[in-house]
């Protein structure tokens, strides 16, 4: 399958998952591929990402968004906004397009949404790709490997998560308890 059409698929579904908030993707991590390559591994850890962000974003309220741990640090609706330009990052390398480090003024729901259809861009594209080295991280005429997409961007990414989920229960607000990391599915 090509580029475009991977990319034309993703923007339908993408529309989609739009329309109505409960159909944002990564409420569940889509079934793992029945071969192990590079795409797909890479393509599982963007998912991960994925899921990871969908629940410890999932229903904060004001009082979340607002928190921060102390004052030297960032609330958590800021904490969104540096993982929306992480998401950024990861699916510009995918798109082979330069990052902008240009400010969007976007509300909670649109940072939301917005990651998680760029995660979801990134990790339909890498799934399908025989070649990852060709996802290099463009900022103007620097061109970084995809290693560092892994250590960099998708880490950080992973690791802020984990802060969201934190800075949540601090303010009585909590992930849901069936919430399955491991098997990236929700218990019953």
Known sequence: MNKLCLILMSMVSINSFSQDKDQLPYYEIPDYPETYTAGTMAARMVDALGFRFYWASEGLTEKDLVYKANDDGRTSLETIEHIYS???TIVN???KQSNSRAKEDLSYSELRSKTLQNLKIAADILRESDDISQYNIIFGDREIPFWNQVNGPIA???WHCGQLSIYRRSTGNPM?????????KIKD
Do not use: E, M, Q, R
Request: hydrophobic share 35%; charged share 15%.
């Open 86 to 88: 992480l998401s950024k």
């Open 93 to 95: 390398s995918t798109l």
């Open 156 to 158: 950080d990414a992973i």
């Open 176 to 184: 849901s308890p069936k919430v399955n990391h491991f098997s990236g």
